[in-house]
C-alpha cells in the first residue's frame, strides 16, 4: 500500500522560503515519477512540480518557475520541494503525488497516489 506524507508546511511571510518533504513507502520508489500539488480554498488541485523517476527530467507549473525545486533521493525515498520567494497566492494544502505507473509522464493525470496534505500560509 502506498503511503506518502508529507511535513514542512507552515505559517510563514511574503518572500520567505519553505522547504517541503514527502516520506514515501510502500512501493519501489526509484521507479516511479513523483510529483507536487497543490489546492487553494475554492479551487481545484493543480500540479506545482514533477520529477521523473531517475530526477533527469523537471516540469513546473508557470506560476511557481524559478522560485520553486522539485528534488528528491531515491536511496531515502524522500522527494521535496524547496520553495523561494514566496507569495500570499502560493497559500494552499500542498500535496506529495506518485506515480500510477513506473516511469510514466509527468502531467497531472500521470498520478494516482496522493498524501494527506501540509498547509502553507503565505501572510502579506
Known amino acids: 500500500q502506498v503511503q506518502l506524507v508529507e511535513s514542512g508546511g507552515g505559517l510563514v511571510q511574503a518572500g520567505d522560503s519553505l522547504r517541503l518533504t514527502c516520506a514515501a513507502s510502500?512501493?519501489?520508489?526509484?521507479?516511479?515519477?513523483m510529483g507536487w500539488f497543490r489546492q487553494a480554498p475554492g479551487k481545484e488541485r493543480d500540479i506545482v512540480a514533477a520529477?521523473?523517476?531517475?530526477?533527469?527530467?523537471?516540469r513546473y507549473a508557470d506560476s511557481v518557475e524559478g522560485r520553486f525545486t522539485i528534488s528528491r533521493d531515491n536511496a531515502k525515498n524522500m522527494l521535496y520541494l524547496q520553495m523561494n520567494s514566496l507569495k500570499p497566492d502560493d497559500t494552499a494544502v500542498y500535496y506529495c503525488a506518485m506515480g500510477r505507473l513506473p516511469g510514466r509522464g509527468l502531467s497531472s493525470g500521470d498520478f494516482g497516489y496522493w498524501g494527506q496534505g501540509t498547509q502553507v500560509t503565505v501572510s502579506s
Open positions: 520529477i521523473s523517476w531517475a530526477a533527469s527530467t523537471t
Open positions: 510502500g512501493r519501489t520508489f526509484s521507479l516511479y515519477n
